[in-house]
């Protein structure tokens, strides 16, 4: 248990990155969401500082998706 916040965070980067809203047949956003408000604390923190950042980086979504870079060819990379 002591990494499964940033496990979460490394799943919202996964699904973010991949453009996908499901992981195996898992919405991974809507059962992490579920996850994290259930265990949230009275104050609106989880258990310590570095889980309550990874915790509003999940639910943010904060991850930017990748997009199209232009290479030295002028052409964009795949």
């Given at each position: 248990?002591?990494?499964l916040?940033?496990?979460l965070?490394?799943?919202?980067?996964?699904?973010i990155l991949?453009?996908t809203?499901?992981?195996?047949?898992?919405?991974?956003?809507q059962?992490?969401c579920?996850?994290?408000?259930s265990?949230?604390?009275?104050?609106?923190?989880?258990?310590?500082s570095?889980n309550?950042?990874f915790?509003?980086?999940?639910l943010?979504?904060?991850?930017?998706?990748?997009?199209?870079?232009?290479t030295?060819?002028?052409?964009?990379a795949?």
């Amino acid at each position: 248990r002591d990494n499964l916040y940033y496990y979460l965070y490394g799943m919202e980067r996964t699904g973010i990155l991949y453009g996908t809203e499901t992981i195996g047949k898992y919405d991974w956003y809507q059962e992490g969401c579920n996850f994290l408000l259930s265990t949230q604390g009275g104050d609106g923190s989880w258990e310590n500082s570095w889980n309550t950042c990874f915790s509003i980086l999940f639910l943010k979504r904060a991850t930017r998706p990748l997009v199209e870079v232009a290479t030295g060819g002028g052409k964009p990379a795949k």
